[in-house]
């Protein structure tokens, strides 16, 4: 076949799809590349003129090839079709879907994404999908980064580009993000800080718009960061868990038990019927906390990113530092609980005559009581007494007691019964503070295995506080609500014990 003969079939088989408005099947494919390379083995010479095919599978629109020689229509049609394979391809293998039915019937790219949809909704529910993050998640997980780094917060595995992004001022990061959205670059360079401040802030309800999400990014991983950090003692003994509303929960409102002794079965006796008993138990119920602070104008035009990073973080301190004052304040303040009755009392067999210091015989003693301890049925139960709960002073001293063999002060080198008594020393400035010149009271807190004592509830087990921008019209400039639910409620008052203690 002469060169015209080649083109002249391979625009018979461009004009054929496109008279059925599909694109080339698999057939036509492989028979209009042969041709191709029949073209491109002939020996150059002038084409000649002719009607040029045009790209397969588009929409039928000459306007753009009818300029184009022979070999450039057909290169390009040959770069279209590839494209669609490659397309389909790709478009199925991330929905875990197979593309060669779809490849070999010619459907173009909207024909395949209407099956696509028509498959998910059939199917009910969506098809595995891998999500390969756009380069505006790149770049927005890279400043983020950036400035919690420089911030001085730890990030384990900083973002790819976080490094080239860390010196960049805030206003220089505004720019970055405004140019990427489209705005002049020249324009925004020469506005002053202050102007570029209220240019942010009318993007404060823009969901899409990179700065205020690059913000609260920030401000999220440094509170979780820092929140991680703060030293309190209330989760090293307390119990917690989570609930999936702000309603008094009855799951747990009754206890059962009390069920009698097996007896003996004589031959051919009758096993005798039981029925358990039930005890009031308590409910538990979740309160909201918060606060909000704001990016001030200053802040923006001074670069200080502490707003990002040190004002919330030390809101987030005290959120936890919130919860274990509350925690400690159910203890000292001794209020009624779940039985109408005080926390520690007589009644509970929880709570020591006479205040002491923490001693081997005040220890001692404690322990001893919290062992006596029976269940709601009046059956014993088996309390492992595993914590001590003190306040700031007697840390030293329990350190001698419980890791010396001797008896502190004994002429005969008496055995000390508390060595290596598997207790763990938890002390707490808060009851210091709570007490003031009285008495400081102390705890012996049991196994929550063996006994239980006080339980901290979260919302959906959210233990981190909640960050959300506050759409607040008339506000200049960002403002935040930083939130935490939680509730604190006495589970049980055998797992834990009191000694009034002696002032310090």
């Not at 090839?65 to 057909?74: D, H, M, V, Y």
Request: aromatic fraction near 8%; hydrophobic fraction near 35%.
């Amino acid at each position: 076949m002469t060169k015209k003969e080649l083109i002249a079939r391979q625009q018979a088989i461009v004009d054929a799809a496109k008279n059925e408005g599909r694109a080339l099947t698999a057939q036509e494919q492989q028979e209009f590349e042969n041709l191709q390379r029949s073209l491109e083995n002939m020996p150059d010479d002038t084409p000649e003129a002719g009607n040029t095919p045009d790209a397969a599978g588009g929409s039928g629109n000459n306007s753009g090839t009818k300029n184009l020689s022979p070999e450039e229509a057909a290169q390009r049609a040959i770069a279209d079709e590839r494209k669609r394979i490659a397309d389909i391809s790709a478009l199925c293998r991330s929905l875990g879907m197979q593309p060669d039915e779809y490849i070999s019937g010619g459907q173009s790219m909207d024909q395949v994404r209407c099956a696509v949809l028509e498959k998910m909704q059939k199917d009910g529910a969506p098809i595995n999908v891998s999500v390969n993050a756009d380069e505006g998640d790149k770049f927005r997980d890279a400043a983020t980064d950036a400035l919690v780094l420089r911030a001085g917060v730890r990030v384990a595995k900083p973002a790819e580009g976080a490094g080239e992004l860390r010196g960049m001022s805030l206003r220089d990061l505004a720019v970055e993000c405004l140019v990427r959205e489209g705005e002049d670059a020249r324009s925004l360079i020469r506005m002053s800080a202050d102007d570029l401040y209220n240019s942010l802030s009318r993007q404060f309800y823009n969901p899409t718009a990179a700065f205020p999400a690059i913000l609260d990014a920030t401000i999220r991983k440094s509170v979780v960061e820092l929140y991680n950090q703060v030293p309190t003692t209330f989760q090293e003994w307390t119990t917690d868990g989570s609930l999936s509303d702000f309603k008094e929960t009855s799951d747990h409102e009754y206890l059962i038990g009390g069920m009698g002794d097996f007896e003996e079965v004589p031959e051919n006796g009758e096993i005798k019927a039981d029925l358990p008993k039930t005890e009031l138990l308590p409910t538990r119920k979740l309160k909201t906390f918060g606060k909000q602070f704001s990016m001030t104008r200053q802040a923006f035009v001074n670069d200080d990113i502490g707003f990002l990073t040190r004002v919330p973080g030390l809101y987030a301190t005290k959120a936890k530092k919130t919860i274990d004052k509350q925690v400690y304040q159910v203890l000292y303040y001794n209020q009624a609980i779940f039985d109408k009755k005080a926390l520690f009392d007589k009644t509970h067999n929880n709570l020591i005559a006479k205040g002491a210091k923490p001693s081997q015989q005040s220890v001692q003693e404690i322990i001893l009581q919290m062992q006596k301890q029976t269940d709601p049925f009046g059956d014993a139960i088996y309390v492992n007494p595993k914590f001590i709960i003190v306040p700031v002073g007697y840390e030293f001293d329990l350190a001698v007691m419980l890791h010396s063999t001797q008896v502190t002060g004994s002429n005969n080198n008496d055995y000390n019964p508390m060595y290596n008594y598997p207790l763990k020393v938890v002390q707490t400035p808060i009851l210091n503070a709570l007490a003031g010149n009285n008495p400081v009271p102390w705890f012996m807190v049991a196994d929550p295995m063996s006994a239980r004592s006080v339980h901290v509830d979260y919302l959906n087990n959210q233990k981190t506080p909640t960050i959300r921008r506050m759409e607040a019209p008339g506000v200049l400039g960002f403002t935040w609500d930083i939130y935490m639910d939680w509730g604190i409620t006495v589970r049980d008052f055998r797992g834990i014990a009191k000694n009034p203690g002696v002032a310090i």
